[in-house]
């Protein structure tokens, strides 16, 4: 997890600025599943040759998250695969201050920041066939080490009305908001509501994102797909 | 005529080049405007996007405590601001159940002066965006944003009107740009299209331009080298006829004129006082016999020198193997006829003593008066007889006693007044002889009709050209002769069917307001089918710019010109290329030689020429049918005189 020192309204603003493009349905094969040799072949030479095994082992323990099994147990599969990959820094791993990382990334490199296991979390997720409007990524408030610091956690909605369980990277257990008093929300997005009214009133997924990251990490995703 | 229509039809590079490049501009700045377009429209409507989002956001943010409590008054006085600003079409607020809780939607007002058919093209699509209203972890509901896109009409189609006037702009200036830019490309093009019609026209003229483009320069050194080469080949015709001419008229041996040379000098006019000498040496049969051809061929040769030292200022002709011809103008009287006649004795009797001695030589003299060439030799002839019988020595002069000078003097005024009368009075009539078209197959056409004048005397008694057209043209007659036939022409009743040709003398077609006046003569001759007029060879030659200028303005008013009289003054051929009259008319004295080597090469050399300059050639006054074939032979079919169709009167009654 990482500090900020910035405001943290007008990081919220920021982050509502326009990006790229926004991607639809995901795979139901999965996150990684599925991923070609090319992909693995690019990764390898980025990341060294245990970026592959890396891979790999993400694919076959996805494989093993069978598709229907019941929402409490894929959210805790899914947190947990996740969370076993290391914590760093944006600025140790990739050199800038704030770098969403692809799913394929986080794995291949073996070493991510709140946002990236968020974003893994969600894609596979997104995969097993869980709906957009059930999640969203919130950015929080959280008690971190004694003082507050901005992190971001992934929201689950059984129903748009119902307490929200956290996927969280810092306390592994997957726990409804009740329990998490040190979380503080801020501000929330998905990429659902990201659309547009068409001529016969049929909405359609719109090129106006809601955050900036967003599009430019949907365009890699899709270009690691193309691979 | 197909091959005329098949080039003028079509159309010219200049208006192609021109349509290329408008419709290459056209489909540039199309292009270009419509990716403007294209792009403006995507930014707009992102634009709107975007500020559905930020709106939708921002609502987001400052409406969870109105929706908690379930306060709608605080959620419109929360939207309201925001709303009334007019930007948005519609913002709605819903719960987590998808309900309305509350709404607000722009009446469409219309007031824009935004064209439909522009909003149809352009169809910008009214973006809705939400955002979710929570408060803490808890969802309460969801905002809905649409933008309203009548200033995003309103910009795309201000912005669009600019651009459109700016490309307009371009296009208008392009285009005039382009218009000079083509016209400076094409002008040696044109130059050359020019050099080609005037090719056509049988007028060969280099192009003097040098165009920037190798292509065109590289074409402009092909069309020159092409001219050099006909005029190269037309100067050697040229020269050749020339060669042809000289030969024809002069003695191989002396290199003096020979009867033809003199029949066509005589032509020309000579005064009524000129004196013809015949001068015979009898001695050449006897040379020839006791001392060879060579001492013979000696003996004329130093008899023509010392003609030529003795009457140097006369014109000299070798008519037989000794006999010679001289003409001396009238101011020679006959005292110093004689002088001149007793020094030629001496002079050769001295430079001939070597081959023989005593020398016989006899003279014949005759004064011109109203006589043609072959009357004024006739009558030099008895003369020369005359002394021959009388064993005169030395020069006899024809019928002293009758000639007297005081009686030619009231001849030629007689004749001065008899033109001046029949003039003034109009005592003229008109006849006309045609040429005809003589095909191989012996079949005949005519081609045109020739105008003869004739006077008529107060005895009623008719007078042709022959007998009074040389005085009228040493007394200046022959413009008013031509103004008088103009005149009956121009008020003749009928309409005339065939082509008519007229002669014209250099006084009347030397005239500038002659020239000038050509296209209201020509309204005035409207009954007429087509006239063309006859210049006489030896008047063209001698006034070489005028002549050019008459045929120009005369094609150009749709009269034709042709030459008559053809082929007996040097500089006949180099006239032919530049009047290219419709067909030239052979001198009748060219009849004459036909049958010689000389003769006939020398028309073939003429009607070579005219053939490469398209100009058809016609005989003139061939009084015998046995020419006919000869002259077919050579290529000349239209042929005028009695032999092939009599003089007839100009039925011109009204």
């Known amino acids: 997890m990482k500090s900020h020192t910035h405001n943290l309204v007008r990081r919220v603003l920021y982050l509502v600025a326009l990006g790229g493009i926004a991607t639809g349905a995901w795979t139901a094969h999965g996150c990684l599943i599925g991923l070609s040799e090319r992909v693995m072949h690019v990764m390898s030479e980025r990341f060294g040759l245990m970026a592959t095994t890396r891979l790999k082992e993400w694919q076959r323990n996805e494989q093993r998250i069978h598709v229907g099994v019941k929402d409490l147990q894929l959210l805790e599969s899914v947190n947990t695969l996740a969370n076993r990959i290391p914590y760093s820094t944006d600025q140790d791993i990739w050199g800038v201050e704030d770098y969403w990382a692809t799913p394929a990334e986080l794995v291949a490199v073996n070493a991510g920041d709140c946002e990236d296991y968020v974003i893994a979390k969600y894609f596979t997720l997104r995969a097993h066939g869980v709906s957009a409007s059930q999640l969203r990524f919130v950015y929080v408030r959280a008690l971190l080490r004694g003082r507050l610091g901005t992190h971001m956690v992934l929201a689950y909605y059984k129903t748009p009305d119902s307490e929200p369980l956290v996927l969280d990277n810092i306390n592994h257990k997957l726990l409804p908001v009740s329990q998490r008093p040190d979380l503080m929300p801020v501000y929330s997005f998905n990429d659902e509501n990201m659309y547009r009214e068409g001529a016969s009133g049929s909405r359609k997924v719109d090129s106006v994102s809601v955050v900036r990251r967003w599009g430019d990490l949907v365009a890699r995703i899709t270009k690691e797909k193309q691979l | ?654």
């Open chain 2, 1 to 654: 005529m197909n091959t005329d229509s098949e080039i003028h039809t079509g159309t010219t590079l200049y208006s192609q080049l021109m349509r290329f490049m408008t419709a290459v501009f056209i489909l540039t700045l199309s292009g270009l405007f419509g990716g403007y377009w294209q792009s403006t429209r995507v930014f707009v409507e992102r634009q709107l996007a975007s500020h559905a989002q930020d709106a939708a956001s921002s609502l987001a943010l400052a409406l969870p405590v109105a929706i908690h409590t379930g306060d709608m008054q605080l959620a419109e006085i929360t939207v309201m601001p925001l709303f009334d600003r007019g930007y948005y079409r519609s913002i709605v607020v819903r719960g987590t159940d998808g309900k309305v809780l509350f709404e607000r939607q722009l009446k469409n007002d219309g007031a824009t002066n935004i064209p439909k058919w522009f909003k149809k093209i352009a169809d910008l699509k009214p973006p809705a965006k939400q955002a979710v209203v929570s408060s803490g972890w808890r969802q309460l509901g969801f905002v809905e944003v649409m933008s309203e896109p009548r200033f995003a009409y309103e910009q795309l189609w201000d912005s669009s009107l600019q651009v459109l006037l700016w490309m307009l702009l371009i296009a208008a200036l392009s285009g005039i740009g382009a218009r000079f830019w083509l016209r400076s490309i094409l002008i040696p093009l044109n130059s050359l299209e020019q050099a080609a019609q005037e090719v056509a026209r049988r007028r060969f003229h280099k192009v003097l331009l040098k165009p920037r483009s190798i292509e065109l320069r590289r074409l402009v050194a092909g069309f020159n080298s092409l001219v050099d080469a006909v005029q190269t080949l037309l100067g050697h015709e040229e020269a050749r006829a020339e060669r042809f001419l000289k030969e024809s008229l002069t003695d191989q041996m002396t290199g003096m004129l020979n009867r033809k040379g003199l029949a066509s000098y005589v032509h020309e006019g000579i005064s009524e006082k000129s004196w013809l000498g015949i001068i015979e040496c009898h001695d050449l049969a006897n040379v020839n016999q006791t001392s060879g051809k060579e001492a013979g061929n000696k003996l004329i040769l130093l008899l023509g020198q010392a003609i030529k030292s003795c009457f140097s200022d006369g014109v000299i002709a070798r008519l037989s193997a000794s006999g010679f011809a001289v003409i001396m103008h009238d101011a020679e009287s006959e005292e110093h006829i004689k002088e001149r006649c007793m020094a030629f004795h001496n002079v050769v009797g001295l430079s001939c003593s070597t081959i023989i001695e005593p020398l016989h030589i006899v003279a014949g003299w005759a004064l011109r008066r109203q006589r043609n060439l072959g009357e004024w030799l006739t009558a030099a002839d008895q003369a020369l007889k005359q002394t021959v019988k009388d064993d005169l020595p030395g020069c006899f002069f024809e019928g002293a006693v009758d000639r007297g000078d005081a009686g030619y003097e009231v001849t030629a005024y007689g004749w001065g007044q008899l033109i001046r009368d029949a003039l003034d009075l109009k005592r003229v009539r008109l006849y006309t002889q045609p040429t005809v078209f003589v095909d191989a197959d012996g079949s005949r056409s005519v081609l045109h009709r020739e105008l003869l004048t004739v006077l008529v005397d107060p005895n009623g008694e008719e007078k042709v050209a022959a007998q009074w057209i040389d005085v009228a043209s040493r007394q200046g007659l022959l413009a008013d002769v031509d103004r008088v036939v103009l005149e009956i022409m121009a008020n003749t009743c009928l309409d005339v069917d065939d082509v008519v040709v007229m002669n014209l003398s250099a006084e009347t077609w030397s005239r500038i307001d002659f020239v000038e006046n050509l296209p209201q003569l020509a309204v005035r001759m409207k009954k007429w089918k087509k006239i063309i007029f006859e210049l006489r060879e030896e008047d063209v030659v001698n006034l070489p710019q005028p002549a050019e200028w008459f045929a120009q303005a005369a094609r150009n008013a749709e009269f034709g010109v042709a030459i008559d009289h053809f082929g007996v003054s040097a500089g006949g051929v180099a006239a032919l290329r530049r009047l290219l009259p419709e067909y030239i008319k052979l001198s009748p004295t060219l009849s004459e030689k036909i049958d010689t080597d000389a003769g006939s090469f020398y028309l073939e050399s003429l009607v070579a020429i005219a053939a490469t300059l398209d100009i058809r050639v016609f005989a003139l006054t061939f009084e015998q049918e046995a020419y006919l074939s000869e002259l077919q032979k050579l290529g000349i079919k239209g042929i005028q005189g009695n032999a092939v169709a009599a003089r007839k009167p100009l039925d011109s009654r009204c």
